[in-house]
């Protein structure tokens, strides 16, 4: 299945699908990357792997229909059936998640509902939560809403702050992403209303 992914900066989650893309059994090929910054560090993770970079810099764009105009075309010329967002950090319109629907998915470092939005860490934090995480879920119009398809958690250590949680929070992101996309890729994934079922592999 080709895969195209969204980036926005440092692209460490997109590191860890470019890495279990290269296993011979993982259903995925990473078959673009799209920035919407020029200097997005992610963008020389994917020139480093010989796969096509692009950037579709959203500041040249006077509307965000012009500007996802863009990545969809980018991403429909590419032949990307299935779409990551990894760390792209421009709000999608309605008319992008439709076009993508149920083809789109996001990782948010926290375990959603709880969280959303920036500053997820800092907001754990503040309400003492001891168990952390990161969700990947099918991306809906409602931002860091729509039905999950995987959780990872992680402890709350004493002395924690933002950084060191979502330190700890990005190495578990790194491991279920590729986890979540391998089973959407495969046809495990069924969304029935809210809630993604996980079906066994196919014999
Ligand atoms: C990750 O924590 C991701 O969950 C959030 O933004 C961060 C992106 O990091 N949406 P990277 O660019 O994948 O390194």
Not at 31 to 41: F, H, K, L
Not at 155 to 161: E, H, S, Y
Request: aromatic share 4%.
């Amino acid at each position: 299945v080709k895969v195209g992914a969204l980036i926005s900066g440092r692209g460490s989650n997109l590191q860890a699908l470019i890495d279990a893309a290269q296993a011979p059994d993982y259903p995925v090929e990473i078959a673009c990357v799209i920035s919407n910054r020029p200097d997005a560090a992610g963008l020389d993770r994917a020139e480093a792997a010989g796969i096509p970079a692009e950037v579709v810099d959203h500041t040249l764009f006077p509307t965000r229909a012009g500007f996802e105009g863009a990545l969809s075309e980018s991403l429909v010329s590419a032949g990307c059936e299935l779409v990551c967002l990894a760390g792209f950090m421009r709000v999608l319109t309605a008319s992008f998640v439709e076009l993508w629907r149920d083809r789109l998915i996001n990782i948010h470092p926290s375990l959603l509902p709880a969280f959303p939005g920036l500053d997820t860490h800092a907001a754990a934090l503040a309400a003492g939560v001891k168990i952390a995480g990161c969700t990947v879920h099918f991306v809906r119009e409602t931002v860091d809403a729509g039905p999950i398809i995987g959780q990872a958690a992680v402890p709350v250590l004493p002395g924690d702050d933002a950084d060191s949680l979502a330190a700890r929070v990005l190495g578990a992101e790194h491991r279920l992403y590729p986890h979540c996309l391998g089973l959407v890729a495969s046809g495990r994934t069924r969304i029935v209303g809210q809630r993604v079922e996980i079906t066994d592999a196919a014999t």
